[in-house]
């Protein structure tokens, strides 16, 4: 096809000479063109077009007359019309013919790329299954033949009957017992409540033995199974293939889980609610499959239209053909008509009239509104693939001349959904642990961050990972350090994680060989380890917190340091993009589940 538009388009645009020598005549009527774009469409004509002229005879076998026959009908009466006026030009000196060589062949050819885009975007589409469905585990930890009793029907703790295989929850407060129906699936309950494990028996199963009411064990760093609810333990997950933020979610006693969501750094034991097909996953893979194989409205009116149009334009065809050759035979229409249109004798009325009624197959088939349309939907949805946008179906594509207003999600989308350090203040470096030589302000500032990093190597937190990412990459590219000074990041000895707060951790100092003690994490955190936040500190957590920055505080043997603060970085083209959208005239808003000053902060750095 690309020799073919080459011969047809470009070259009688860029060279006179060469388009001459192709018009000279091989026989009177038939040029070197002619015949070169005879050649190089049969293979479209049967090669390319096999699969439309195959899918057209099923068609016709069950009378279903649709897309596949409308091309094939088109294009085989565009090619045999040609190769029939070469024929009659061998033939008949005095005939002159038009071809549609290249309309056949080019035709083929774009239905053919709109199809390859349609595979294309159905392909990304099922990349993005494929890696929704990976991660979901293999397998489950339950614990066997365990239900759940109130501890206040038990005489307040201890044992819940003879069953040692029961879960008892014995709390100093009221537990409160959500049933939905049947049985009970949510546990509501203060923070200081006492749930313990009786008995039972662990487990490992395969993912589709699990079933709603069992009891899963979730180990740190490990995968949430299925959707349920926490009756035990309290840890921090990773959510973000569910709602794309990047920082963890505090669970405790009573809240929901989704499958296939990361625990971090505590045990959870999880009440079975939503398996198989009814899960969070699963729904969002049904979405997505479903987008691949809905059609716009406008579509299926096309599809309606092509099975009515395609037996109406065999029926003109042949109509044309029968009122062209009596029209001629009875005189109706004269002789002359016949030697003006083919430079033949008189006595081809059916030539002809068979022209006549090829010409209204090449001219009607296929119609505009039977290919553009999904056309137009293929390679929209291929282009929105190609850019990293999955389109739900040709409805969406077809509603959105209409949109007026258009709602972001911060994190992934306008942010990069990373985190990475963007300020580090080492405000009382008096405080960091001695060493047997003077530190300069860069090496103070470098033991500080090398404490971190050391801390921070114990747990799989985000802001973890951001931090000890940004310390190694400082220290590597560190060109001032002396050999013996050298200063190294080293595995904590102990750690004590707590979700949703901070961590504490024993490491060793990095240009010393005594131990210190690490504290990091939020004020709630320095507040229930007894460490009374200053003024200094106060402030320069508000001014990170007021560059967007999440603010963690820094405390080392009991005695405050410094303060990192943490962003999640702009994408380059996010204000090109909503600039973009304000001068079509659509209003953009921002949804996040960060807090709302961190949000305004987002939203004014992107106008």
Known sequence: ????????????????????????????????????????????QF?????????????????????DFLVSL????????????????????????????????????????GKLMESYAKGKTSDALAKLLKLQPKTALI???????????????????????????SSNTNNKLISDGSNINVIAASSNNNVTIKGGQEKMIDITLLQCKDIAKVLPGSTIPAD??????????????????????????????????????????????????????????????????????????????????????????????FGWFIALSTGIAPQSWVLQQTGMSNSNNFVFSFLFAIAVLVIACPCALGLATPTAVMVGSGVGAANGILIKGGHALEMAHKITTVVFDKTGTITKGKLNVVEVSCLLPSNLPKCSHDRDKTEETNVFLALIASAELGSEHPLATAIVKYVKTKLSNE????????????????????????????????????????????????????????????????RCENLGCTAIIIAIDGNLVGVIGLLDTLKEDAEKSINALWRMG??????TGDNKRTASIVAEKIG
């Not at 090669?47 to 897309?67: D, E, P, Q, S």
Request: hydrophobic share 40%; charged share 20%; with cysteine.
């Open 228 to 321: 349920g609810v926490v009756v035990k333990g309290k840890s921090t997950v990773d959510e973000s293939m569910m709602s794309g933020e990047a920082m963890p979610v505090r669970k405790d006693i009573g809240m929901n889980v989704y499958g296939s969501t990361i625990n971090h750094a505590g045990t959870l034991y999880v009440r079975i609610t939503r398996v198989g097909k009814d899960t969070a996953l699963a729904q969002i893979v049904r979405v997505v499959e479903e987008a691949q194989t809905s059609k716009a409205p406008i579509e299926k009116i096309a599809d309606k239209i092509s099975g009515i149009f395609a037996p109406v334009v065999l029926t003109l065809s042949i109509l044309t053909f």
């Open 143 to 169: 614990i066997e033949g365990c239900t759940i009793v109130d501890g206040n029907n038990d005489g307040g703790g201890g044992g819940g009957g003879d069953d040692d295989d029961d879960i008892t929850i």
């Open 586 to 591: 659509i209003d953009v808003h921002m949804i």
């Open 479 to 542: 060109k001032q350090q002396r050999d013996d000074r050298k200063i190294n990041i080293n595995e904590p000895s102990s750690i004590d994680i707590e979700p949703g707060l901070g961590l504490k951790a024993t490491v060793t100092v990095p240009d010393g060989k005594h131990s210190c003690t690490v504290c990091i994490g939020n004020r709630a955190w320095m507040n229930t380890l007894g460490i009374d936040i200053n003024e200094e500190f106060e402030h320069e957590m508000k």
């Open 74 to 113: 088109g294009t085989t009466a565009s090619y045999f019309y040609s190769v029939m006026s070469v024929l009659l030009a061998c033939m008949y000196k005095e005939f002159h013919g038009q071809y549609f060589f290249e309309s056949s062949a080019l035709l083929l050819t774009f239905v053919v790329m």
């Open 1 to 44: 096809a690309v020799p073919i538009m080459i011969i047809n388009m470009i070259i009688p645009m860029i060279s006179i000479g060469l388009k001459n020598a192709m018009e000279e005549h091989i026989i009177p009527r038939v040029t070197y063109k002619t015949l070169l774009l005879f050649i190089l469409s049969t293979p479209v």
């Open 47 to 67: 090669w390319i077009g096999y699969r439309f002229h195959r899918a057209a005879l099923k068609g016709l076998k069950h009378c279903n007359l649709g897309m």
